[in-house]
Protein backbone atom coordinates (compact mmCIF):
# COMPACT_ATOMS: atom_id res chain seq x y z
CA UNK A 1 0.00 0.00 0.00
CA UNK A 2 2.69 2.64 1.13
CA UNK A 3 4.37 1.76 -2.86
CA UNK A 4 1.39 2.42 -4.59
CA UNK A 5 0.83 5.78 -2.26
CA UNK A 6 4.45 6.58 -3.27
CA UNK A 7 3.79 6.20 -7.06
CA UNK A 8 0.36 7.86 -6.79
CA UNK A 9 2.71 11.63 -4.91
CA UNK A 10 5.02 10.78 -8.51
CA UNK A 11 2.08 10.48 -10.63
CA UNK A 12 -0.55 12.71 -9.70
CA UNK A 13 1.76 15.78 -7.49
CA UNK A 14 -1.19 18.55 -8.35
CA UNK A 15 -4.05 16.38 -9.39
CA UNK A 16 -5.20 15.25 -5.72
CA UNK A 17 -4.06 18.12 -4.06
CA UNK A 18 -6.03 20.95 -5.76
CA UNK A 19 -6.92 24.15 -3.55
CA UNK A 20 -9.86 25.41 -4.99
CA UNK A 21 -11.68 24.30 -8.21
CA UNK A 22 -14.13 25.55 -11.01
CA UNK A 23 -17.72 24.40 -10.94
CA UNK A 24 -19.76 23.67 -14.07
CA UNK A 25 -23.05 22.32 -14.70
CA UNK A 26 -22.54 17.99 -15.79
CA UNK A 27 -25.12 15.46 -16.42
CA UNK A 28 -25.19 12.68 -13.84
CA UNK A 29 -21.82 11.21 -14.12
CA UNK A 30 -20.98 7.29 -15.17
CA UNK A 31 -19.69 5.46 -12.64
CA UNK A 32 -16.83 3.59 -13.41
CA UNK A 33 -15.76 0.37 -15.11
CA UNK A 34 -14.32 -2.87 -14.34
CA UNK A 35 -10.98 -1.39 -15.15
CA UNK A 36 -10.47 0.47 -12.21
CA UNK A 37 -12.32 -1.54 -9.78
CA UNK A 38 -9.24 -4.71 -11.21
CA UNK A 39 -6.60 -1.82 -10.72
CA UNK A 40 -7.89 -0.44 -6.91
CA UNK A 41 -11.10 -1.99 -5.43
CA UNK A 42 -13.24 0.35 -3.20
CA UNK A 43 -11.98 -1.98 -0.55
CA UNK A 44 -8.47 -1.68 -1.00
CA UNK A 45 -8.69 2.12 -1.84
CA UNK A 46 -10.12 2.40 1.34
CA UNK A 47 -7.65 0.34 3.24
CA UNK A 48 -5.10 2.27 1.25
CA UNK A 49 -6.84 5.69 2.60
CA UNK A 50 -6.71 4.37 6.26
CA UNK A 51 -3.15 3.35 6.19
CA UNK A 52 -2.01 7.03 4.93
CA UNK A 53 -4.21 8.30 7.74
CA UNK A 54 -2.42 6.32 10.59
CA UNK A 55 1.01 7.57 9.48
CA UNK A 56 -0.95 10.93 9.72
CA UNK A 57 -2.98 10.92 12.87
CA UNK A 58 1.15 9.97 14.50
CA UNK A 59 2.35 13.48 12.82
CA UNK A 60 2.57 16.51 14.83
CA UNK A 61 1.23 18.74 12.16
CA UNK A 62 -2.18 16.74 12.27
CA UNK A 63 -4.41 18.79 14.23
CA UNK A 64 -5.85 16.66 16.76
CA UNK A 65 -8.42 19.29 18.35
CA UNK A 66 -12.05 18.20 19.19
CA UNK A 67 -13.90 21.33 17.70
CA UNK A 68 -11.88 21.59 14.51
CA UNK A 69 -12.59 17.55 14.00
CA UNK A 70 -16.10 17.90 14.76
CA UNK A 71 -16.68 20.98 12.39
CA UNK A 72 -15.01 20.09 9.54
CA UNK A 73 -16.90 17.05 9.82
CA UNK A 74 -20.21 18.20 10.09
CA UNK A 75 -19.66 20.70 8.08
CA UNK A 76 -17.52 18.02 4.65
CA UNK A 77 -20.77 15.65 5.47
CA UNK A 78 -23.35 18.13 5.46
CA UNK A 79 -22.16 18.57 1.74
CA UNK A 80 -21.89 15.27 1.08
CA UNK A 81 -25.65 14.52 2.13
CA UNK A 82 -26.83 17.53 -0.19
CA UNK A 83 -25.41 15.24 -2.98
CA UNK A 84 -26.28 11.33 -1.83
CA UNK A 85 -23.89 10.62 -5.40
CA UNK A 86 -21.39 12.19 -3.73
CA UNK A 87 -20.43 8.94 -1.66
CA UNK A 88 -19.90 7.29 -5.33
CA UNK A 89 -20.43 3.30 -6.25
CA UNK A 90 -17.91 2.51 -3.34
CA UNK A 91 -20.02 4.56 -0.77
CA UNK A 92 -16.99 5.84 0.89
CA UNK A 93 -17.57 7.14 4.71
CA UNK A 94 -16.04 10.71 4.87
CA UNK A 95 -13.90 12.17 7.19
CA UNK A 96 -12.28 15.23 6.88
CA UNK A 97 -9.45 16.79 9.06
CA UNK A 98 -6.96 19.72 9.31
CA UNK A 99 -2.97 19.56 9.16
CA UNK A 100 -1.10 22.63 10.25
CA UNK A 101 0.74 24.31 7.35
CA UNK A 102 1.17 27.42 6.13
CA UNK A 103 -0.15 27.10 2.40
CA UNK A 104 -3.21 27.50 0.82
CA UNK A 105 -4.22 23.73 -0.21
CA UNK A 106 -6.13 20.76 0.40
CA UNK A 107 -5.80 17.25 -0.64
CA UNK A 108 -7.75 14.06 -0.76
CA UNK A 109 -6.63 10.37 0.21
CA UNK A 110 -8.02 6.92 -1.45
CA UNK A 111 -10.91 6.19 0.54
CA UNK A 112 -13.10 8.96 1.52
CA UNK A 113 -10.35 11.06 3.51
CA UNK A 114 -10.12 14.71 3.21
CA UNK A 115 -7.47 17.42 4.35
CA UNK A 116 -7.55 21.29 5.14
CA UNK A 117 -4.07 23.04 5.39
CA UNK A 118 -4.84 25.23 8.27
CA UNK A 119 -3.42 28.17 5.95
CA UNK A 120 -6.74 27.87 3.79
CA UNK A 121 -9.24 27.69 6.97
CA UNK A 122 -7.69 31.45 7.86
CA UNK A 123 -7.58 32.20 4.61
CA UNK A 124 -11.40 31.01 3.71
CA UNK A 125 -13.36 34.08 4.50
CA UNK A 126 -16.66 32.44 4.66
CA UNK A 127 -18.21 29.07 4.26
CA UNK A 128 -19.10 29.82 0.80
CA UNK A 129 -15.73 29.30 0.32
CA UNK A 130 -14.67 27.06 2.21
CA UNK A 131 -17.53 24.83 0.50
CA UNK A 132 -15.87 25.22 -2.85
CA UNK A 133 -12.44 23.67 -1.56
CA UNK A 134 -14.22 20.46 0.00
CA UNK A 135 -16.93 19.97 -3.25
CA UNK A 136 -13.79 19.97 -5.48
CA UNK A 137 -12.30 17.58 -2.96
CA UNK A 138 -15.27 15.06 -2.53
CA UNK A 139 -15.59 15.24 -6.39
CA UNK A 140 -11.94 13.71 -6.60
CA UNK A 141 -13.13 11.09 -3.87
CA UNK A 142 -16.53 10.28 -5.38
CA UNK A 143 -15.57 9.54 -8.93
CA UNK A 144 -12.13 7.62 -7.62
CA UNK A 145 -9.83 9.55 -9.59
CA UNK A 146 -6.48 7.59 -7.61
CA UNK A 147 -7.82 4.42 -8.69
CA UNK A 148 -8.26 5.53 -12.51
CA UNK A 149 -4.60 7.43 -12.09
CA UNK A 150 -3.27 4.01 -11.44
CA UNK A 151 -4.89 2.28 -14.29
CA UNK A 152 -4.01 5.37 -16.83
CA UNK A 153 -0.29 4.57 -14.91
CA UNK A 154 -0.46 1.09 -16.08
CA UNK A 155 -1.37 2.04 -19.43
CA UNK A 156 1.65 4.37 -19.83
CA UNK A 157 4.23 2.37 -18.61
CA UNK A 158 4.44 0.39 -21.65
CA UNK A 159 5.37 4.00 -23.56
CA UNK A 160 8.44 4.14 -22.13
CA UNK A 161 8.99 0.51 -22.68
CA UNK A 162 8.06 0.91 -26.07
CA UNK A 163 10.36 3.74 -26.74
CA UNK A 164 13.51 1.64 -25.22
CA UNK A 165 13.20 -1.14 -27.93
CA UNK A 166 13.06 1.45 -30.60
CA UNK A 167 15.54 3.57 -29.42
CA UNK A 168 18.01 0.58 -29.35
CA UNK A 169 16.62 0.25 -33.07
CA UNK A 170 17.44 3.55 -34.07
CA UNK A 171 21.33 3.55 -32.21
CA UNK A 172 22.59 1.91 -35.60
CA UNK A 173 22.07 5.73 -37.23
CA UNK A 174 23.70 7.23 -34.11
CA UNK A 175 23.45 7.68 -30.98
CA UNK A 176 21.37 11.02 -31.44
CA UNK A 177 18.66 9.75 -32.80
CA UNK A 178 18.52 7.05 -30.43
CA UNK A 179 18.22 9.22 -27.45
CA UNK A 180 15.57 11.47 -29.12
CA UNK A 181 13.45 8.58 -29.59
CA UNK A 182 13.45 7.66 -26.15
CA UNK A 183 12.94 11.09 -25.09
CA UNK A 184 9.61 11.54 -26.92
CA UNK A 185 8.22 8.59 -25.44
CA UNK A 186 9.09 9.34 -22.12
CA UNK A 187 7.47 12.68 -22.68
CA UNK A 188 4.40 11.52 -24.63
CA UNK A 189 4.28 9.44 -21.31
CA UNK A 190 4.28 12.70 -19.16
CA UNK A 191 1.89 14.43 -21.40
CA UNK A 192 -0.66 11.88 -21.19
CA UNK A 193 -0.12 11.94 -17.28
CA UNK A 194 -1.11 15.13 -17.48
CA UNK A 195 -3.93 15.37 -19.71
CA UNK A 196 -5.19 13.01 -17.36
CA UNK A 197 -4.42 15.31 -14.39
CA UNK A 198 -6.69 18.09 -16.25
CA UNK A 199 -9.22 15.71 -16.98
CA UNK A 200 -9.61 14.69 -13.36
CA UNK A 201 -10.04 18.13 -12.42
CA UNK A 202 -12.07 19.33 -14.70
CA UNK A 203 -14.48 16.66 -13.45
CA UNK A 204 -13.87 17.29 -9.80
CA UNK A 205 -14.95 20.76 -10.67
CA UNK A 206 -18.09 20.04 -12.33
CA UNK A 207 -18.77 17.59 -9.20
CA UNK A 208 -18.12 20.39 -7.03
CA UNK A 209 -20.08 23.09 -8.15
CA UNK A 210 -23.07 20.63 -8.26
CA UNK A 211 -22.71 20.22 -4.33
CA UNK A 212 -21.85 23.22 -3.60
CA UNK A 213 -25.42 24.52 -5.14
CA UNK A 214 -27.08 21.66 -3.70
CA UNK A 215 -26.19 22.43 -0.44
CA UNK A 216 -27.47 26.31 -0.98
CA UNK A 217 -23.96 27.87 -0.80
CA UNK A 218 -23.26 31.38 -2.93
CA UNK A 219 -21.20 29.96 -6.19
CA UNK A 220 -19.45 34.06 -6.33
CA UNK A 221 -17.10 33.02 -3.08
CA UNK A 222 -15.43 30.72 -5.62
CA UNK A 223 -14.02 33.73 -7.41
CA UNK A 224 -13.01 35.80 -4.78
CA UNK A 225 -11.07 32.99 -3.15
CA UNK A 226 -9.42 32.01 -6.85
CA UNK A 227 -8.15 35.42 -6.95
CA UNK A 228 -6.45 35.39 -3.21
CA UNK A 229 -4.99 31.93 -4.15
CA UNK A 230 -3.70 33.65 -7.76
CA UNK A 231 -2.15 36.29 -5.55
CA UNK A 232 -1.16 33.71 -3.30
CA UNK A 233 1.00 31.07 -5.78
CA UNK A 234 1.62 33.37 -8.59
CA UNK A 235 5.92 33.40 -7.31
CA UNK A 236 5.39 29.83 -8.51
CA UNK A 237 2.15 29.01 -11.02
CA UNK A 238 3.38 31.64 -13.44
CA UNK A 239 6.88 30.05 -14.21
CA UNK A 240 5.19 26.79 -15.44
CA UNK A 241 3.75 26.85 -19.05
CA UNK A 242 0.23 26.08 -19.89
CA UNK A 243 1.10 22.27 -21.06
CA UNK A 244 2.98 21.42 -17.94
CA UNK A 245 0.52 21.99 -15.50
CA UNK A 246 -1.99 18.96 -14.63
CA UNK A 247 -4.69 21.12 -13.73
CA UNK A 248 -6.27 24.59 -15.62
CA UNK A 249 -4.41 27.86 -14.94
CA UNK A 250 -5.53 29.71 -12.21
CA UNK A 251 -6.77 32.99 -14.85
CA UNK A 252 -8.69 30.45 -16.67
CA UNK A 253 -10.89 28.97 -13.95
CA UNK A 254 -11.39 32.36 -12.81
CA UNK A 255 -12.96 33.19 -16.06
CA UNK A 256 -14.91 29.65 -16.07
CA UNK A 257 -16.52 30.36 -12.54
CA UNK A 258 -17.43 33.86 -13.65
CA UNK A 259 -19.25 32.86 -16.50
CA UNK A 260 -20.62 29.54 -14.73
CA UNK A 261 -22.05 31.70 -12.10
CA UNK A 262 -24.21 34.28 -14.30
CA UNK A 263 -26.35 31.27 -15.25
CA UNK A 264 -27.11 31.20 -11.65
CA UNK A 265 -29.77 32.63 -9.26
CA UNK A 266 -28.10 34.76 -6.20
CA UNK A 267 -27.78 33.12 -3.19
CA UNK A 268 -27.08 34.56 -0.12
CA UNK A 269 -26.32 32.37 2.94
CA UNK A 270 -25.08 33.21 6.51
CA UNK A 271 -21.99 31.65 8.29
CA UNK A 272 -22.73 30.09 11.59
CA UNK A 273 -20.18 31.30 14.17
CA UNK A 274 -18.92 27.68 14.70
CA UNK A 275 -16.96 29.06 11.72
CA UNK A 276 -15.70 31.80 12.85
CA UNK A 277 -14.63 30.33 15.84
CA UNK A 278 -12.46 27.34 14.71
CA UNK A 279 -10.51 29.87 12.75
CA UNK A 280 -9.89 31.52 15.94
CA UNK A 281 -8.75 28.35 17.37
CA UNK A 282 -6.93 27.16 14.07
CA UNK A 283 -4.89 30.42 14.08
CA UNK A 284 -3.73 29.83 17.78
CA UNK A 285 -2.61 26.28 16.77
CA UNK A 286 -0.94 27.02 13.51
CA UNK A 287 2.16 28.14 15.40
CA UNK A 288 2.64 28.11 18.63
CA UNK A 289 5.90 29.89 18.68
CA UNK A 290 5.91 32.99 20.69
CA UNK A 291 6.41 35.07 17.69
CA UNK A 292 3.00 32.95 16.52
CA UNK A 293 1.05 33.23 19.48
CA UNK A 294 1.72 37.22 19.43
CA UNK A 295 1.09 37.28 15.98
CA UNK A 296 -2.34 35.69 16.75
CA UNK A 297 -2.85 38.03 19.86
CA UNK A 298 -2.31 41.21 17.20
CA UNK A 299 -4.95 39.38 14.76
CA UNK A 300 -7.75 39.06 17.70
CA UNK A 301 -6.98 42.83 18.93
CA UNK A 302 -7.44 44.27 15.48
CA UNK A 303 -10.56 41.62 14.93
CA UNK A 304 -12.36 43.43 17.84
CA UNK A 305 -12.21 46.55 16.64
CA UNK A 306 -14.64 45.62 13.67
CA UNK A 307 -18.21 46.26 14.08
CA UNK A 308 -19.42 43.04 12.76
CA UNK A 309 -20.51 40.95 15.92
CA UNK A 310 -19.35 37.47 14.65
CA UNK A 311 -15.79 38.86 14.37
CA UNK A 312 -16.01 41.01 17.69
CA UNK A 313 -16.88 37.40 19.78
CA UNK A 314 -14.36 35.17 17.24
CA UNK A 315 -11.69 38.19 18.45
CA UNK A 316 -12.67 37.76 22.23
CA UNK A 317 -13.02 33.97 21.82
CA UNK A 318 -9.50 33.92 20.33
CA UNK A 319 -8.03 36.02 23.28
CA UNK A 320 -9.16 33.06 25.55
CA UNK A 321 -7.97 30.16 24.00
CA UNK A 322 -4.77 31.98 23.46
CA UNK A 323 -5.00 32.54 27.53
CA UNK A 324 -5.49 29.04 27.49
CA UNK A 325 -2.63 27.80 25.73
CA UNK A 326 -0.50 30.29 27.84
CA UNK A 327 -1.74 29.04 31.15
CA UNK A 328 -3.31 31.96 32.35
CA UNK A 329 -7.00 30.53 32.95
CA UNK A 330 -8.40 33.12 34.44
CA UNK A 331 -7.79 35.36 31.67
CA UNK A 332 -9.62 32.23 29.45
CA UNK A 333 -12.50 32.45 31.05
CA UNK A 334 -13.00 36.21 31.67
CA UNK A 335 -12.36 36.71 27.83
CA UNK A 336 -15.00 33.02 27.20
CA UNK A 337 -17.59 34.98 29.20
CA UNK A 338 -17.52 38.32 27.26
CA UNK A 339 -17.18 36.21 23.86
CA UNK A 340 -20.40 34.50 24.99
CA UNK A 341 -21.89 38.15 26.06
CA UNK A 342 -21.27 39.78 22.77
CA UNK A 343 -22.96 36.86 20.32
CA UNK A 344 -26.12 36.65 23.17
CA UNK A 345 -26.42 40.23 23.07
CA UNK A 346 -29.58 41.12 21.60
CA UNK A 347 -29.96 43.87 18.40
CA UNK A 348 -30.20 47.74 19.81
CA UNK A 349 -34.05 49.29 20.25
CA UNK A 350 -35.25 49.76 16.91
CA UNK A 351 -32.99 48.14 14.78
CA UNK A 352 -33.83 45.55 12.37
CA UNK A 353 -32.55 42.33 12.14
CA UNK A 354 -33.80 38.85 10.82
CA UNK A 355 -31.17 36.63 12.30
CA UNK A 356 -33.21 34.31 14.38
CA UNK A 357 -32.01 34.01 18.14
CA UNK A 358 -28.19 32.49 18.76
CA UNK A 359 -28.69 28.12 19.79
CA UNK A 360 -26.51 27.40 22.12
CA UNK A 361 -23.05 26.91 20.78
CA UNK A 362 -21.23 23.68 21.79
CA UNK A 363 -17.56 24.76 21.05
CA UNK A 364 -18.56 27.85 23.96
CA UNK A 365 -19.72 24.79 25.95
CA UNK A 366 -16.51 22.76 25.45
CA UNK A 367 -14.13 25.58 26.00
CA UNK A 368 -15.57 26.36 29.62
CA UNK A 369 -15.35 22.59 30.30
CA UNK A 370 -11.54 22.82 28.55
CA UNK A 371 -10.65 25.95 30.85
CA UNK A 372 -11.89 24.15 33.99
CA UNK A 373 -10.15 20.45 33.39
CA UNK A 374 -7.00 22.92 33.00
CA UNK A 375 -6.90 23.15 36.57
CA UNK A 376 -6.20 19.74 38.26
CA UNK A 377 -5.60 20.87 42.02
CA UNK A 378 -8.70 22.78 42.22
CA UNK A 379 -11.16 20.21 43.63
CA UNK A 380 -13.80 23.53 43.56
CA UNK A 381 -13.21 23.50 39.65
CA UNK A 382 -13.18 20.10 38.64
CA UNK A 383 -16.33 19.28 40.53
CA UNK A 384 -18.13 22.32 38.29
CA UNK A 385 -16.34 20.70 35.42
CA UNK A 386 -17.79 17.66 35.65
CA UNK A 387 -21.39 18.96 36.08
CA UNK A 388 -20.51 21.61 32.80
CA UNK A 389 -19.71 17.98 31.34
CA UNK A 390 -22.36 16.09 32.39
CA UNK A 391 -24.72 18.61 31.17
CA UNK A 392 -23.33 18.96 27.46
CA UNK A 393 -23.31 15.29 27.41
CA UNK A 394 -26.82 15.49 27.63
CA UNK A 395 -27.66 18.81 25.47
CA UNK A 396 -24.75 17.67 22.77
CA UNK A 397 -24.83 13.52 22.78
CA UNK A 398 -23.29 13.02 19.40
CA UNK A 399 -20.23 15.61 20.03
CA UNK A 400 -17.34 12.96 20.05
CA UNK A 401 -15.42 16.14 22.08
CA UNK A 402 -17.84 16.71 24.65
CA UNK A 403 -18.25 12.87 25.38
CA UNK A 404 -13.90 12.76 25.75
CA UNK A 405 -14.44 15.66 28.23
CA UNK A 406 -17.14 13.89 30.33
CA UNK A 407 -14.92 10.80 30.35
CA UNK A 408 -11.69 12.90 31.85
CA UNK A 409 -13.53 14.77 33.98
CA UNK A 410 -15.35 11.95 35.16
CA UNK A 411 -11.64 10.57 36.09
CA UNK A 412 -10.35 13.57 37.17
CA UNK A 413 -12.65 13.93 39.91
CA UNK A 414 -11.91 10.82 40.96
CA UNK A 415 -15.91 8.91 39.93
CA UNK A 416 -12.98 6.04 38.58
CA UNK A 417 -15.78 3.51 38.25
CA UNK A 418 -18.27 5.59 36.96
CA UNK A 419 -15.62 6.57 34.19
CA UNK A 420 -14.56 3.23 33.71
CA UNK A 421 -18.33 2.04 33.47
CA UNK A 422 -18.91 5.22 31.09
CA UNK A 423 -15.74 4.73 28.54
CA UNK A 424 -16.52 0.83 28.36
CA UNK A 425 -19.83 2.02 26.68
CA UNK A 426 -18.30 4.49 24.75
CA UNK A 427 -15.63 2.11 23.35
CA UNK A 428 -18.83 -0.64 22.17
CA UNK A 429 -20.42 2.23 20.91
CA UNK A 430 -17.58 3.95 18.51
CA UNK A 431 -14.80 1.12 18.33
CA UNK A 432 -12.62 3.57 16.08
CA UNK A 433 -12.15 6.02 18.71
CA UNK A 434 -8.36 5.68 20.17
CA UNK A 435 -8.93 8.24 22.52
CA UNK A 436 -11.57 6.63 24.18
CA UNK A 437 -9.45 3.48 24.84
CA UNK A 438 -6.81 6.09 26.24
CA UNK A 439 -9.18 7.60 28.67
CA UNK A 440 -10.54 4.07 29.53
CA UNK A 441 -6.85 2.74 29.99
CA UNK A 442 -6.31 6.07 32.04
CA UNK A 443 -9.31 4.96 34.27
CA UNK A 444 -7.89 1.52 34.65
CA UNK A 445 -4.61 2.84 35.87
CA UNK A 446 -6.10 5.08 38.56
CA UNK A 447 -7.62 1.66 39.53
CA UNK A 448 -4.85 -0.07 39.94
CA UNK A 449 -6.18 -2.59 37.07
CA UNK A 450 -3.07 -3.33 35.33
CA UNK A 451 -4.28 -5.85 33.05
CA UNK A 452 -7.04 -3.87 31.96
CA UNK A 453 -5.36 -0.75 31.49
CA UNK A 454 -2.71 -2.88 28.95
CA UNK A 455 -5.81 -4.30 27.05
CA UNK A 456 -7.00 -0.95 26.34
CA UNK A 457 -3.62 0.79 25.37
CA UNK A 458 -3.28 -2.28 23.33
CA UNK A 459 -6.68 -1.13 21.50
CA UNK A 460 -5.64 1.97 21.10
CA UNK A 461 -2.37 1.22 19.41
CA UNK A 462 -3.97 -1.07 16.93
CA UNK A 463 -6.31 1.96 16.07
CA UNK A 464 -3.58 4.11 15.17
CA UNK A 465 -1.62 1.44 13.42
CA UNK A 466 0.94 0.26 15.54
CA UNK A 467 0.29 -3.33 16.03
CA UNK A 468 3.95 -4.40 17.12
CA UNK A 469 3.17 -1.39 20.16
CA UNK A 470 -0.20 -3.36 20.84
CA UNK A 471 1.33 -6.85 21.19
CA UNK A 472 3.76 -5.30 23.20
CA UNK A 473 1.19 -4.34 25.70
CA UNK A 474 -0.90 -7.43 25.38
CA UNK A 475 2.26 -8.88 26.54
CA UNK A 476 2.27 -6.60 29.88
CA UNK A 477 -1.07 -7.42 30.51
CA UNK A 478 -0.64 -11.64 30.42
CA UNK A 479 1.97 -10.68 33.11
CA UNK A 480 0.11 -8.74 35.38
CA UNK A 481 -0.72 -9.49 38.59
CA UNK A 482 -4.55 -9.00 38.00
CA UNK A 483 -4.76 -10.75 34.73
CA UNK A 484 -8.03 -13.13 35.21
CA UNK A 485 -8.30 -16.41 33.71
CA UNK A 486 -11.09 -14.32 31.45
CA UNK A 487 -8.27 -11.61 30.55
CA UNK A 488 -6.27 -14.36 29.36
CA UNK A 489 -8.50 -15.72 27.43
CA UNK A 490 -9.33 -12.03 25.39
CA UNK A 491 -5.53 -11.64 25.45
CA UNK A 492 -4.98 -15.16 23.69
CA UNK A 493 -7.58 -14.48 21.14
CA UNK A 494 -6.42 -10.89 20.53
CA UNK A 495 -3.03 -11.67 20.53
CA UNK A 496 -3.17 -14.35 17.46
CA UNK A 497 -5.48 -12.24 15.53
CA UNK A 498 -2.88 -9.37 15.33
CA UNK A 499 -0.14 -11.92 14.76
CA UNK A 500 -2.01 -12.59 11.51
CA UNK A 501 -2.88 -9.71 10.64
CA UNK A 502 0.73 -8.50 11.36
CA UNK A 503 2.08 -11.65 9.13
CA UNK A 504 -0.25 -10.08 6.49
CA UNK A 505 1.42 -7.21 6.31
CA UNK A 506 4.60 -8.24 6.52
CA UNK A 507 3.95 -10.18 3.18
CA UNK A 508 7.18 -12.86 2.25
CA UNK A 509 9.04 -9.74 1.47
CA UNK A 510 8.57 -8.47 4.77
CA UNK A 511 8.87 -12.11 7.26
CA UNK A 512 12.60 -12.76 5.11
CA UNK A 513 13.81 -9.36 6.02
CA UNK A 514 12.47 -10.24 9.85
CA UNK A 515 14.19 -13.62 9.41
CA UNK A 516 17.96 -11.87 8.56
CA UNK A 517 17.51 -9.29 11.20
CA UNK A 518 16.58 -11.77 13.60
CA UNK A 519 20.45 -13.23 12.96
CA UNK A 520 22.12 -10.20 13.51
CA UNK A 521 23.53 -9.64 16.86
CA UNK A 522 22.04 -5.80 16.91
CA UNK A 523 18.87 -7.50 16.71
CA UNK A 524 20.08 -10.25 19.63
CA UNK A 525 20.80 -7.27 21.79
CA UNK A 526 17.95 -5.34 21.57
CA UNK A 527 15.80 -8.92 22.31
CA UNK A 528 18.20 -9.40 25.33
CA UNK A 529 17.30 -5.52 26.40
CA UNK A 530 13.50 -6.18 26.20
CA UNK A 531 13.78 -10.01 28.25
CA UNK A 532 15.32 -7.31 30.69
CA UNK A 533 12.71 -4.76 30.50
CA UNK A 534 9.75 -7.96 31.34
CA UNK A 535 11.45 -8.69 34.78
CA UNK A 536 9.40 -8.12 37.24
CA UNK A 537 10.69 -4.94 39.20
CA UNK A 538 11.19 -3.44 35.67
CA UNK A 539 7.96 -4.74 33.88
CA UNK A 540 5.92 -2.75 36.60
CA UNK A 541 8.36 0.11 36.30
CA UNK A 542 7.32 0.33 32.80
CA UNK A 543 3.27 -0.23 33.45
CA UNK A 544 3.61 2.80 35.32
CA UNK A 545 5.51 4.87 33.50
CA UNK A 546 2.88 4.57 30.67
CA UNK A 547 -0.08 5.31 32.58
CA UNK A 548 2.18 8.36 34.09
CA UNK A 549 2.82 9.34 30.55
CA UNK A 550 -0.78 8.54 29.26
CA UNK A 551 -2.17 11.21 31.79
CA UNK A 552 0.45 14.00 30.95
CA UNK A 553 -0.73 13.71 27.18
CA UNK A 554 -4.64 13.85 28.29
CA UNK A 555 -3.63 16.65 30.17
CA UNK A 556 -1.73 18.66 27.60
CA UNK A 557 -4.42 17.67 25.21
Known amino acids: M ?52 RDIRRDHDFLDDGPILEYLNNFGNSLVAARPGARGEANFDYFFFAVRDPQLNAFALPGGFIAVHSALLLAAQSESELASVLGHEIGHVAQRHIARSIGQQKQDALIPLAAMILAALASKAGGDAALGVFSAGQGLAIQRQLNFGRDAEREADRIGFQIMGAAGYDTSGMVAF ?88 AGQYGMAFLSLKKGETANAQ ?53 AEAEAAHLQFPLSRGIAHQYGEALIAAGKLEQAATYLRDQVQLYREDPDAYDLLAQAYSKQGKLALQHI ?73 HSAEETTP ?16 GRQVR
Open 334 to 386: AWLDKARATFDKPPAAGTFSAAPRPAPDSIFVSTSIEIKLAQPDDKAMIEKAL
Open 456 to 528: ALAESYVLQGGVLSALDQLSYARKAPDASFYDQAVIDARERELQARRREELGEKGKKDLREAESRPAFKAEMR
Open 2 to 53: RAVAAALLVAMPLAMAQDVLAPAKIPNLPALGDTERQDLSPLMERKLGEEIM
Open 226 to 313: FQRMQTATRNYSDLVPAYLQSHPLTTERIADIQARIREQPYKQRQDSLDFYLVRSRARVLQDSSSNGLAEARTFFESQMKQENRQQVT
Open 537 to 552: ANRFDRMRQDADSLTK
